[in-house]
C-alpha cells in the first residue's frame, strides 16, 4: 500500500492527463505539469514501479468491429461456489469483456459485448450451463457516457 506521502499533486495530474489520453506525449504533459519531458517519463516509470499505473490503453468503437450490443448480466451462484471459481466463469467466452465478483446479491456481474440479441442469449444460455449459476438478470446498454468522453455526451 502507498504511504500518503508517496504521490504528490503532479503525480496526481500526470495521472489524470493520461486517464484522459493514455496517447498523450510526454512533451505534452510536461508542458501542462511545468516539467521537461524526461522529468515526466521518471514519474511515470516510478508511478509504474509503485504498481500505481498497470496498464495504457485505448477506446474503442465496438460498432464498427460488429459487436454493437452491450449487456450486463447478474449472476447468482450455488451457496458451495468459491468467490475465485466465479471469477472464472467466463474463461473461454471472447463477448465477455469483465467478470466481477460482487458482496451481495447478485454475486457476479458479468459485462458482455455481442453482435445481437441472438449472440447475448448464446452467451447467457453457456455462463448457465456451467451448472455453477443458479439465476441471471440480463441489463442492455441503451447508451453510454462517460466523463472521460468531454463534449461527447450520451451515445448509443
Known amino acids: 500500500m502507498l504511504a500518503p506521502d508517496e504521490l504528490d499533486g503532479t503525480d496526481l495530474e500526470i495521472l489524470r492527463l493520461l486517464e484522459e489520453d493514455a496517447r498523450r506525449s510526454l512533451a505534452d504533459i510536461g508542458r ?3 516539467l ?3 522529468a515526466v517519463k521518471r514519474r511515470m516509470d ?4 509503485l504498481g ?3 496498464g ?3 477506446t474503442v468503437d465496438h460498432a464498427l468491429l460488429g459487436r454493437p450490443l452491450e449487456a450486463f448480466a447478474e449472476l447468482r451462484f450455488t451457496g ?4 475465485d471459481d466465479i471469477a472464472t466463469i467466463a474463461d473461454g467466452l471472447p463477448e465477455v ?3 466481477f465478483t460482487i458482496a451481495g446479491d447478485p454475486d457476479a456481474l ?7 440479441v441472438q449472440d447475448l442469449k448464446r452467451v447467457i444460455d453457456q455462463l448457465r450451463r456451467t451448472g455453477k449459476v443458479v439465476g441471471t438478470k440480463t441489463l442492455m446498454v441503451l447508451g453510454t457516457w462517460s466523463p472521460r468522453s468531454p463534449g461527447r455526451g450520451p451515445r448509443a
Do not use: F, H
Open 56 to 58: 495504457y490503453t485505448i
Open 52 to 54: 500505481v499505473i498497470t
Open 46 to 49: 516510478r508511478l509504474e514501479e
Open 32 to 34: 501542462v505539469v511545468s
Open 110 to 116: 458479468v459485462w458482455i459485448r455481442v453482435r445481437d
Open 36 to 38: 521537461s519531458a524526461p
Open 97 to 99: 469483456r469483465t467478470v
Open 80 to 83: 458451495t461456489t468459491k468467490v
